[in-house]
Nanobody, 117 residues
Framework: QVQLVESGGGLVQPGGSLRLSCTTS????????MAWYRQAPGKQRDLVAK?????????NYVDSVKDRFTISKDNSKKTLYLQMNSLKPEDSGVYYC?????????WGQGTQVTVSS
């Protein structure tokens, strides 16, 4: 059973920063594609950033977060990160960590991010 545990969410003012973490129980953590998704109240869960094939130098971002968010992996700690800078109110939502392992998709429980003055 793959476990994903997010942390690092909270309340931050517009323009502030947060770093989300997702720790995993994955064996061979470094080889799997992983991603961060966001779900705002009343909306669907949307992709924010994705690391392809375990290589964090190859990453995709949704246009609205490019140049503000950075996804990265620490393979020694089996942890996925999302550094979020210049936060905006529209970045608010529950952020979920996702892993694709051998054709199956796993999700964490989510961490709340609220950007408000």
């Amino acid at each position: 059973q793959v476990q994903l545990v997010e942390s690092g969410g909270g309340l931050v003012q517009p323009g502030g920063s947060l770093r989300l973490s997702c720790t995993t129980s994955l064996t061979f953590f470094s080889i799997y594609p992983m991603a961060w998704y966001r779900q705002a109240p009343g909306k669907q869960r949307d992709l924010v950033a994705k690391v392809l094939k375990g290589e964090d130098r190859i990453a995709n971002y949704v246009d609205s977060v490019k140049d503000r968010f950075t996804i990265s992996k620490d393979n020694s700690k089996k942890t996925l990160y999302l550094q979020m800078n210049s936060l905006k109110p529209e970045d608010s939502g529950v952020y979920y960590c996702q892993a694709e392992v051998n054709g199956r998709t796993y999700w964490g429980q989510g961490t709340q991010v609220t950007v408000s003055s």
